[in-house]
């Protein structure tokens, strides 16, 4: 799941000792890990409410686009989808290299998402089918961001990050549950033995079928980082 984002990119913006005039944080200069760590922590609640003066959506609470898969044996569709939590993470590690043009983001965060979904085949070993509401907590999952830049000079004669790709892993540590309404028609046996299945194998389960939900999160941080390194350039953001 290349994901959510991107979560962790979406700070890369911050800066060192001089205060930016787009998020409430000081200026860093883009290698200084420490000050990179700190900027992205004070960043992070205003930047997923959503900044509408440039285009950038509201990514805390988030609305997922449709997801829809088919891995070993499960057909799986959620819509509706609304993730919560990315307001609240608690940033690990920033590292930025200019000479590559790379920077690192590694951070974790309590989390949990909602939306209806439709389930059919086999989770692992047991057969399901359901239709209905999902509810999936997330407990201390860590994501770490690989993404990769170019610095173009804008239309305002201004140089700009402008993202080329990313790729991320990420790693539930402590717990995940799951609460799914409608399985088996509504046959409550079945439900449960199901239930106890998903919450017993919890760390399987969501290693091997979660990261398409963590990819449409990540396509969703990756626009909204676009957009606002199309509107800010590097010497607003950062100390060069």
């Given at each position: 799941?290349?994901?959510?984002?991107?979560?962790?990119?979406?700070l890369l913006f911050l800066a060192d000792y001089t205060r930016s005039s787009v998020l409430p944080v000081d200026k860093c200069k883009l290698e200084n890990s420490a000050c990179m760590i700190t900027a992205f922590q004070n960043a992070m609640p205003v930047f997923f409410s959503g900044l509408p003066e440039i285009g950038v959506e509201v990514l805390?609470?988030?609305?997922?686009?449709?997801v829809e898969f088919d891995?070993?044996?499960l057909k799986f569709t959620l819509s509706d989808g609304r993730l919560k939590g990315h307001k609240n993470a608690t940033?690990?590690?920033?590292?930025?290299d200019t000479e590559k043009r790379r920077f690192d983001v590694i951070y974790h965060l309590d989390s949990s998402i909602k939306g209806h979904y439709t389930a059919g085949g086999s989770i692992l070993v047991l057969p399901i089918t359901g239709d209905?509401?999902?509810?999936l907590k997330l407990k201390n999952m860590q994501i770490h961001f690989y993404i990769e830049y170019d610095v173009e000079k804008a239309e305002d004669g201004?140089?700009?990050?402008?993202?080329?790709?990313?790729?991320?892993d990420f790693d539930v540590r402590e717990n995940a549950h799951f609460e799914l309404s409608n399985l088996f028609n509504g046959n409550k046996e079945l439900s449960k033995i199901i239930h106890s299945f998903l919450n017993e194998n919890w760390k399987q389960v969501v290693t091997e079928f979660g990261r398409p939900i963590m990819d449409a999160t990540a396509k969703k941080f990756f626009k909204n980082i676009n957009i606002f390194f199309e509107k800010n350039s590097l010497e607003d953001i950062a100390i060069l």
């Open positions: 799941m290349k994901m959510f984002i991107l979560n962790g990119i979406f805390d609470v988030m609305e997922l686009d449709y891995i070993s044996g940033i690990d590690d920033v590292k930025w209905g509401q999902m509810k201004k140089d700009h990050i402008v993202l080329k790709k990313y790729d991320f």
